[in-house]
């Protein structure tokens, strides 16, 4: 999709750090990280938001968890834990209009979700 920036990366137009592709995903660590650890894993598919999510949708998003878990093993996290975090619209804080994963750890994170 035209001016979105994670289709862009997708589509290998603009850089990004890789550490997985399938035909379906690619993550890839946030530029800006907020913890040692702290990857994106997305969906090929441009789908907006979890908002936007439709049945059809429901099969990816199974294997979005399957991808991250196993990157979280990859990245040694699953031993003490990680968080995984959707930001969705307007109130959820979500910036980037493509429906994407945080994947954070490396670090204990404060228990607070919500503020
Ligand atoms: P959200 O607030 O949930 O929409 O999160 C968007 C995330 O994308 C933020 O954590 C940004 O740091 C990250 N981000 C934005 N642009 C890029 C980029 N070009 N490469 C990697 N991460 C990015
Ligand atoms: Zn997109």
Redesign the pocket.
């Known amino acids: 999709m035209e001016d979105c920036?994670?289709c862009k990366?997708i589509a290998k137009q603009?850089p990004?750090?890789v550490i997985y592709e399938d035909e379906q995903i690619i993550a890839?660590?946030?530029?800006?990280p907020?913890a040692p650890v702290?990857i994106?894993v997305i969906p090929k598919k441009h789908i907006a938001s979890l908002i936007d999510l439709t049945k059809e949708d429901e099969a990816i998003v199974g294997k979005i968890y399957t991808v991250i878990n196993e990157i979280a093993e990859k990245e040694k996290l699953n031993e003490r834990g990680f968080r995984v975090?959707?930001?969705c619209g307007e109130d959820?804080?979500?910036?980037?209009?493509h429906l994407?994963f945080?994947l954070i750890g490396g670090k204990k994170l404060g228990t607070k979700i919500v503020n």
């Open positions: 920036i994670f990366i603009i990004a750090n890839f660590r946030d530029i800006h907020v702290h994106l975090i959707v930001n959820g804080g979500q910036e980037v209009k994407h945080h």
